[in-house]
């Protein structure tokens, strides 16, 4: 094996380049997205209140981008991680539902006001997960909504973690926006954590840029005195220039005052006329008095035409 000097004393270390942590989301972007949230959240708090018959609020509390690992750090045990797909794109986005919102929902499903005095602090069942499927296609139908706005993301449930440590298609280092909303059902205060990855929102980044208004037309009386202005006020060059001709570049260099150039061009070809440097009309040379003219003979420029 080949021997590796090692670094000269003073020398920083290396550390391995993460493409993943590579460039911020700019905070414009993130106003967009907090934006975004901010009906997403209204939305969802109008929804829950239908489903589960009792008010349901919420108060967007953050949106920040953060290594996944301090999502992670903060998920308590037990825990309800829910997954949704986001096609056409790769990846996953999660809600984190803290324990605290997890007693009232399922209070609610069967029949209850959401008004308790007891937490859940146990891991939600296979029975308790299956009463509260609508509950989470909620969650995935007002985040398709909100988005429709930016992109036309299809988030689709792809399933419930109940432990922290199996956090899907997530890696601690993996850069995330994340939206943190403080919930209340029925006599409950609990929060929501949705982290989508940053790649996301920087494949979208236009979509989050601000659209250039476009401006309406007014009335056609107001149109027609605009163009009236126009046309009596907008001056255009108009060049009459004969081309087509060639020359060498000696006989140019040597040319002098009184020179003589013949273009090799009949005076009754057609020629065409410019207007701000471009063809637009093409006629026949004549006279008219003491001045040379052009009459206009069509629109459109022949393949062989001449300009002056």
């Not at 997960?129 to 969650?139: N, P, R, S, V």
Request: hydrophobic letters at 40%.
């Amino acid at each position: 094996m080949p021997e590796v000097n090692p670094p000269e004393a003073g020398a920083p270390a290396s550390v391995p380049f993460d493409l993943r942590q590579s460039g911020q989301v700019p905070q414009t972007q993130l106003d967009a997205v907090r934006a975004l949230h901010e009906t997403f959240l209204g939305n969802l708090c109008e929804s829950l209140s239908l489903l589960l018959r009792t008010e349901v609020t919420g108060t967007l509390a953050g949106v920040e981008q953060v290594p996944f690992s301090v999502l992670a750090e903060s998920i308590g045990t037990p825990a309800c991680l829910v997954y949704f797909t986001m096609q056409p794109h790769e990846g996953n986005a999660l809600v984190e539902v803290t324990q605290p919102l997890i007693a009232p929902i399922l209070d609610c499903v069967l029949g209850g006001s959401g008004k308790i005095d007891f937490a859940l602090d146990r891991e939600i069942t296979d029975i308790e997960q299956a009463m509260l499927d609508g509950f989470f296609a909620t969650l995935g139908q007002e985040l398709r909504e909100a988005w429709k706005a930016v992109a036309g993301l299809e988030f689709a449930f792809s399933g419930v973690e109940t432990t922290p440590q199996n956090t899907r298609g997530f890696d601690p280092a993996d850069s995330v926006i994340l939206v943190a909303a403080d919930m209340r059902i029925g006599d409950k205060e609990g929060r929501l954590h949705l982290a989508i990855p940053s790649l996301i929102v920087k494949v979208l980044r236009q979509k989050f840029e601000p659209q250039p208004e476009t401006r309406k037309s007014g009335s056609p009386e107001l149109e027609q005195a605009i163009q009236e202005k126009l046309a009596a006020g907008l001056k255009l060059r108009l060049d009459c220039t004969l081309l087509g001709s060639t020359i060498r570049l000696r006989d140019l260099l040597k040319l002098k005052p009184g020179d003589v150039i013949d273009t090799g061009i009949a005076c009754d070809d057609v020629v065409t006329i410019m207007v701000n440097g471009l063809p637009k009309f093409c006629g026949e040379v004549t006279v008219e008095g003491p001045k040379q003219s052009v009459v206009i003979q069509a629109g459109a420029q022949p393949a062989n035409a001449s300009a002056i």
